[in-house]
Structure formats: structure tokens, C-alpha cells
């Protein structure tokens, strides 16, 4: 990869020459092309990360556009993930980037994500995050957990046994009702990036923050040191009930 | 029994405080949930979702509490954009 693109950024002293050489090296797999989804794969294929796969079956609408920057109204009626592809290949045709036109089911997941040094959480439902919470433990690959609803994002990132999972901090309402849920247009770009944050700081070998909760409107920014629940049925027990 | 009850989110608004305490007439976190919901009834709706912890530590509903406990309760965020 041609480094002098990322000139500015090797000068910043939390990635330096090394983390961006590694960062070239990083497979991230993003589950879900939608308004966290797609913009933490713009924000990551700009950093320079080597491969990038999104993983989205969802069609482009035209009420996804007040919150997803990197669409456009041509693409409406298009396979998000197909698009999306395309369009990050566009800028920076080094990442090898894959756009993968499936939903994640316990099938699937596994094969997903062979290889991948992180995944990222773009999902729209508790179900999948529990899924992928698992193959995390099980497989010990890292996750970010990200969510937006109003004015409001959460975002945890997930070291296998070291931090507490997501089930650490859920309770076990897996089968949630599905809902259309309220979302402020510049909330999700603002989420992505703390997202992507808190991935680069696992893909460098550095502590992560804890739960974050950002609220955009009354400008509150929450930090929680949450403790690991020895009990876990996931983490502690490696009980698997999605797998 | 009084405990602590932290808020995050938009709990915040609706209560209009950050944290409380609480006269809590039960000794299980669900029901802190129960009362809590009833107090601020336009939260009903998030009653089996809200992400709770007892002392920064996770808790289950029927996780028992005590007095001088902190209760920490946020919205449900699953939505990905």
C-alpha cells in the first residue's frame, strides 16, 4: 500500500509508521452496510486498512439517506453491500474490500468471519449482536459493539475474556419486537467514528475505553468502567445457545 | 431500603436528574425496574430492555439489591443507523 497517502495520520503519535504498517495487515468485517455500518467502512478504508469485508442484505431506500453519507440518490434500489463496495473501492483501490449480499445466521457466521482480526457491529437487532457476541468468545475475535436510537449512540469494545461481553452488560431479551427507530441524521457518523476509535485501539494493541454513551443533543459524553460477570453464560460459562 | 439510582440517556430528561435516591419496596432489580417504571411511565414501553447494572456489575432481574446499592439504568440502543 502506498503509505504517503496516510502521511498526516503516521504523524500522529498513537499510530506512528508501525500502526499504520499494521493497519495495512488487518482484516475487519462489518456486519450490516447501513448507517453505522457504512460509514465506519468509509471512515475505515480512508485509515488504510488491508481488507475490509460488509456483509448487508438489504436494499437502498430513500429514507436511509438522511443518515448514511456515502450514498446517493442514484443508488436507490441497489444491494447496499454491492454498492458500497464499489463505491469505498473508489477510494482506495488498495484495501481489498468485498461486498457479501447475505444475512448473518449461525450458518454462516463462522465462515463470515474466518480470518478477520476484528468485527464490527452494524446490525439493527439485538438477536444478531447476541450471535456475533458469541463467535467472539468462542473464536476469541475482538468486536465493537455500536448502537444509535434518537439522539443517543452506545458503543463497547470487546476483547474475548479480558473485557466484559455483551451479555455481561444485556439482559437476555433476544427476540426483541422490531420497530422503525428514531435516528437524528448526524448521529450515526459521529457513533461510527468513536466506533472505529475503539477498533483501531484493539487492532494496535491498546486499551479500549469501556462503554461509551454519547448523547449528540445535550452534548453529554459517559464513560463506564463495567466489571466482567464471572457468572457470564456466555463469557464465563462459554454456554453458546445461538451457535 | 434506599439505594442509588444512576440515569444515562434520555432517562436523564424524563427524570430530569442524573442520579437519585431511591426507596426501593422489594429486594430484586426488577423490582427497582418495576417501580422506576411506574414513577416515569412514559418508559413502560423499554421496561423488559433497559440495560441495568448493580454496581457497574451486570445484574439479572431477579438479582437481589441492598441497601446503598448503585443502580444504573440506560435505554435500550440497538438500532445500527
Wanted: positive net charge.
Amino acid at each position: 500500500m502506498n503509505f504517503d497517502r496516510f502521511r498526516r495520520q503516521i504523524i500522529v503519535n498513537e499510530i506512528g509508521e508501525n500502526g499504520q504498517q499494521l493497519l495495512s495487515k488487518k482484516k475487519v468485517v462489518i456486519i450490516g452496510g447501513g448507517g453505522l455500518g457504512s460509514n465506519s467502512a468509509n471512515i475505515l478504508v480512508r485509515l488504510g486498512i488491508g481488507r475490509i469485508d460488509i456483509i448487508d442484505d438489504d436494499i437502498l431506500d430513500i429514507t436511509n439517506l438522511h443518515r448514511m453519507s456515502i450514498y446517493n440518490e442514484e443508488d436507490i434500489g441497489k444491494i447496499k453491500s454491492q454498492i458500497l463496495a464499489e463505491k469505498l473501492q473508489k477510494i482506495n483501490s488498495e484495501v481489498k474490500v468485498r461486498g457479501i449480499d447475505k444475512k448473518v445466521t449461525k450458518k454462516n457466521i463462522e465462515s463470515i468471519t474466518n480470518n478477520s482480526n476484528i468485527i464490527l457491529d452494524g446490525t439493527d437487532n439485538l438477536e444478531t449482536r447476541f450471535l456475533i457476541n458469541e463467535l467472539s468468545i468462542k473464536k476469541k475475535i475482538p468486536w465493537v459493539y455500536a448502537g444509535v436510537h434518537g439522539t443517543i449512540g452506545m458503543i463497547m469494545a470487546i476483547e474475548p475474556k479480558i473485557s466484559p461481553c455483551f451479555r455481561c452488560i444485556s439482559q437476555n431479551n433476544i427476540r426483541e419486537k422490531s420497530f422503525e427507530i428514531p435516528v437524528l441524521g448526524n448521529l450515526p457518523v459521529i457513533i461510527s467514528s468513536i466506533q472505529i476509535t475503539e477498533a483501531l485501539k484493539l487492532l494496535l494493541d491498546k486499551n479500549p475505553s469501556g462503554l461509551i454513551i454519547y448523547d449528540i443533543w445535550n452534548q453529554n459524553f459517559e464513560r463506564i468502567n463495567i466489571k466482567r460477570n464471572q457468572q457470564c453464560i456466555c463469557c464465563g460459562k462459554e454456554v453458546f445457545e445461538l451457535l | 431500603m434506599e439505594i442509588k439510582i444512576k440515569l444515562y440517556g434520555r432517562y436523564r430528561e424524563i427524570a430530569g436528574k442524573e442520579e437519585f435516591q431511591f426507596k426501593v419496596n422489594g429486594d430484586t432489580i426488577w423490582d427497582v425496574i418495576d417501580k422506576f417504571v411506574k414513577k416515569y411511565s412514559v418508559i413502560e414501553k423499554d421496561k423488559k430492555f433497559i440495560m441495568v447494572l448493580k454496581n457497574n456489575t451486570y445484574a439479572s432481574f431477579d438479582e437481589k439489591i441492598e441497601e446503598g446499592d448503585t443502580v444504573t439504568i440506560s435505554p435500550p440502543v440497538v438500532s445500527g443507523g
